[in-house]
Each structure stands twice: as structure tokens, then as C-alpha cells.
């Protein structure tokens, strides 16, 4: 039981890097990297749990009550939004592929050469 | 490489990978048991600080100089992704809207346009106040900054391109972008021109529980909650004027919303 988060995560990443590499369209390998990114959250989540906590906002609750790591939340926040970034440059980059390639194909890019 | 071969290359990295993940699986704190510097803020924080809401102390605060890194990424990866978008047609934009050749433009209801705008002002509002309540509930610059962008979309699908560029005029977006980023970089530089540390916190904490809790942390949750709204929204603006046709002689009347 208490492997379960991690395997998880591992099953995640393992997916998300099988579907890179047989990816046949470059907006799904971008979904693809989004599944690989999520093993990270799954896995530090999983790391600041801690059994019979509440969340770390001291509200409702006084402080000295316990509750989870804040550190792993507030890492996952920053994954979150620049992935939520990145993904965004990713898909531009496809379109301007697609525009002057027009192909989404991995396999079917060649290098850049200028009079392409 | 033949297709075969990268298969094989791909057998052979998740092989590794499952075994280096078994090792560190074994390795790592067992499931549900404290963490030590997290239970350390979480035992420190709220009287040294006087806020209430951990996660935004530690972005903020407690390891704020991460967070001016993560910060200057997703500058940079807007900026890159604008730059791609813009490519030849520089900063030109115009109004029109997005227009398909041969694909009939039917106006929208009015009952879309109705719950869209009803939608947008709640999405709004809720937007700031989620980044205004950073360091005391559940919230922070960064989850409502990116509500306040996703309003702006509301108001883009009820009432179509021309309003929503009315609306907002689009250098406004590159401007909270920039002025968001730049207010954080100062707010963390400010303390080294008094020989402190970058971004230690030499405002009054305040109240616990109140909105004004965290000293410091309040300047950088309202310059990240700009940064993150003006980048999202720039976003969203460059995408549709990239996707777009202009047809020559098109007119806007049909993209007006109905009386």
C-alpha cells in the first residue's frame, strides 16, 4: 500500500515516454508530455501526504494542528503553471511547423534548412 | 533509426527506468509520514509571518527566490511562444474576427451571450479574489491570476472578437505582463539596498487572518497574480490573431452580438 503513489507515478511517466516515442503527431506528443509531467505532481503530492492531516491553510483551524507539507504544494503550483506555459510554447511551436511543413509527423521532419 | 530499433531503444529505457523507480520507490519516506521541513514551516511560519495560508508563505517567502526563477520561465515561455506567434505580422492586430472561407457565421443567442457575460463578471470577481486572499485561504497570484485570463475568455465567447478587443486594447496585456514580473524582481531586490537578504521581509507581518497579512508576501502575490494574468491573456490574444483569415472586404456586422 504505501508503495502504491510512487508506482503510480512511475506508471505514469512510463506511459507518458511510450506515447513521445510512438507519437505520430506532435500536438499529441505534447498531451503526451503533459501525462509525464503529471507523475511529478502525483509524486510529490504523495511525498508531503502525511495520515490524518488537514490542509496546510491555518483557518478554520488554529496553527499546531496537523497538517500536510506545504513545501511539495507549493511545488506542484509552480509545475503546474509552467507547464501550463510551456505546453502553450510547445503548440505554437507545432503550428509553425505545420505551416511551413505542413505535416505534424515527427518522423516526417528533416532538418531546418534555410530555403525550406 | 528503423522503427524497429527505436522500439527496442524504448524497451530497454523503460526497463531501467522501472528499476531505478523500484530503488527510489523503496528509498523515499514511508506514505503518510511527516516531512520535516514542511512540518517546520508549518510549525514556524504562522507567527513569525502572521499568515495563514502555508503554501503562499513558502512561494512567497520562504523559498520566494524560487519562485522569481519559475516566474521569469513563464515570462520567458509567453514571450517566446508571442514571438513564434507574431513572426512577420509584427505587433499589427486588428479587430475582426476569426473567419473561415465558405463556413456561414451564425450570431450568437442571446441567451449564450447573457450567461457568458453573467459568467465572465463572477469568473472575474472571483479571479481577484482568490489573488487578493493569497496569504490567508486557499488561493494565491498564480491560480487567480490564470481565473482572471480564463474570464477574459468568457467574454470572447459570449460576445465575439470585436468587443472583447474593445474591451481590452492589447499592448494593456503586455504591459500588466511586464509590470507584474518587474514588481516581483523589485520586491526581491528591494531588501538588498537595505544589506538584507533578497526578498526578506521587512514589512510589518500584520494580522493573522487578515487580508493584509505577510508583509512583503502581499507586494509579490499582487505582482504575480498581474504577471500570470497579463501572460495568460496575451496568450490567448496572439493565438486568435495568428489563427485567423482576414478576407479581403469582409464586414464585422455579422460578429456583432445581438440587440
Redesign the interface.
Given at each position: 500500500?504505501?508503495?502504491?503513489?510512487?508506482?503510480v507515478?512511475?506508471w505514469l511517466?512510463?506511459v507518458g515516454?511510450?506515447g513521445l516515442?510512438?507519437s505520430r503527431n506532435i500536438v499529441h506528443m505534447v498531451g503526451c508530455l503533459s501525462v509525464c509531467q503529471s507523475a511529478t505532481y502525483v509524486l510529490l503530492l504523495?511525498?508531503?501526504?502525511?495520515?490524518h492531516?488537514g490542509?496546510?491553510?491555518?483557518?478554520d483551524h488554529p496553527?499546531?494542528t496537523?497538517?500536510?507539507?506545504?513545501?511539495?504544494?507549493?511545488l506542484v503550483?509552480?509545475d503546474?503553471?509552467?507547464g501550463?506555459?510551456?505546453s502553450?510554447?510547445l503548440l505554437?511551436?507545432a503550428?509553425?511547423v505545420f505551416k511551413r511543413r505542413h505535416t505534424l509527423d515527427p518522423r516526417h521532419l528533416r532538418p531546418l534548412r534555410p530555403d525550406a | 533509426m528503423s522503427e524497429g530499433a527505436?522500439?527496442v531503444l524504448?524497451a530497454l529505457?523503460?526497463a531501467v527506468?522501472?528499476v531505478a523507480?523500484?530503488r527510489?520507490?523503496?528509498a523515499?519516506?514511508?506514505?503518510?509520514?511527516?516531512?520535516p521541513?514542511?512540518?517546520a514551516?508549518?510549525?514556524l511560519i504562522?507567527?513569525a509571518r502572521g499568515v495563514?495560508?502555508?503554501?503562499a508563505?513558502?512561494?512567497f517567502d520562504?523559498?520566494g527566490i524560487?519562485?522569481v526563477g519559475?516566474e521569469a520561465?513563464?515570462v520567458a515561455?509567453?514571450v517566446?511562444?508571442v514571438v513564434?506567434?507574431r513572426?512577420s505580422r509584427g505587433e499589427g492586430t486588428t479587430d475582426r474576427a476569426v473567419r473561415v472561407p465558405g463556413r456561414a457565421l451564425e450570431p450568437r443567442a442571446d441567451a449564450t451571450a447573457l450567461v457568458c457575460r453573467i459568467g465572465a463578471v463572477v469568473t472575474l470577481v472571483f479571479g481577484l479574489y482568490m489573488a487578493l486572499h493569497g496569504t490567508?485561504?486557499?488561493g494565491?497570484g498564480?491560480?487567480g491570476g490564470?481565473v482572471v485570463a480564463s474570464g477574459l475568455l468568457l467574454v470572447y465567447l459570449g460576445d465575439g472578437y470585436p468587443p472583447w478587443r474593445r474591451l481590452v486594447p492589447g499592448p494593456l496585456f503586455g504591459v500588466v505582463e511586464a509590470g507584474g514580473a518587474l514588481a516581483f524582481v523589485a520586491a526581491a531586490l528591494w531588501p538588498l539596498a537595505h544589506g538584507d537578504a533578497a526578498l526578506a521581509n521587512r514589512l510589518r507581518p500584520g494580522e493573522w487572518?487578515d487580508l493584509y497579512s505577510g508583509g512583503l508576501m502581499v507586494v509579490s502575490n499582487l505582482a504575480v497574480a498581474a504577471a500570470?494574468a497579463g501572460?495568460?491573456a496575451l496568450?490567448l490574444l496572439e493565438?486568435m490573431e495568428?489563427?485567423r483569415e482576414v478576407q479581403s472586404g469582409e464586414d464585422d456586422a455579422a460578429e456583432e452580438p445581438p440587440q
Open positions: 500500500m504505501s508503495l502504491l503513489p510512487w508506482l507515478a512511475a511517466i512510463g515516454v511510450a516515442a510512438t504523495g511525498i508531503g501526504f502525511r495520515a492531516a490542509p496546510p491553510i491555518f483557518y496553527p499546531g496537523p497538517a500536510v507539507d506545504p513545501v511539495t504544494q507549493a503550483l509552480t503546474i503553471v509552467v501550463a506555459a510551456v502553450a510554447l505554437v511551436i503550428l509553425q | 527505436r522500439r524504448l529505457a523503460l527506468l522501472a523507480a523500484w527510489v520507490a523503496g523515499l519516506p514511508m506514505f503518510g509520514s511527516a516531512t521541513y514542511g512540518q514551516v508549518n510549525a504562522p507567527d495563514s495560508n502555508m503554501v508563505a513558502v512561494n520562504v523559498r524560487d519562485t519559475e520561465m513563464l515561455a509567453i517566446g511562444a513564434l506567434l513572426g490567508v485561504t486557499p494565491g498564480f491560480q490564470a487572518k500570470v501572460s495568460f496568450l493565438v495568428e489563427t
